[in-house]
């Protein structure tokens, strides 16, 4: 098992930035392959952006080079800064990750609202 934490989320002025942090319960930022999600209200949940235990990254076609995703092995702790906020970026952000024979695990998510 694995308990993931979010935090940084917050209300930005379109064209802002914030930074989400994530971190597990347990040491695994390095050797997992880790993920941002988001949903907004009435729509499905959708992957934004991806950072293999290589250190690869990928990212939805809609934050590509506004988004980036990021880790710190020693503080055991995935970032997703997101520069030039829309208003479409509002939504709840979630991380999560996946454990060999356990199965996948989610964050609570943080609430981001952009105001345009």
């Known amino acids: 098992q694995v308990q993931l934490v979010e935090s940084g989320g917050g209300l930005v002025q379109a064209g802002g930035s914030l930074r989400l942090s994530c971190v597990p319960s347990r040491s695994i930022i390095s050797i997992n392959d880790m993920r941002w999600y988001r949903q907004a209200p009435g729509k499905p949940r959708e992957l934004v952006a991806t950072?293999?235990?290589?250190?690869?990254?990928n990212y939805a076609d809609s934050v590509q080079g506004r988004f980036t995703i990021s880790r710190d092995n020693a503080k055991n702790t995935m970032y997703l800064q997101m520069n030039s906020l829309k208003s479409e970026d509002t939504a709840v952000y979630y991380c999560y990750t996946q454990l060999a024979r356990l199965g996948g695990f989610w964050g609570q998510g943080t609430q981001v609202t952009v105001s345009s």
């Open positions: 950072i293999t235990s290589g250190g690869s990254t």
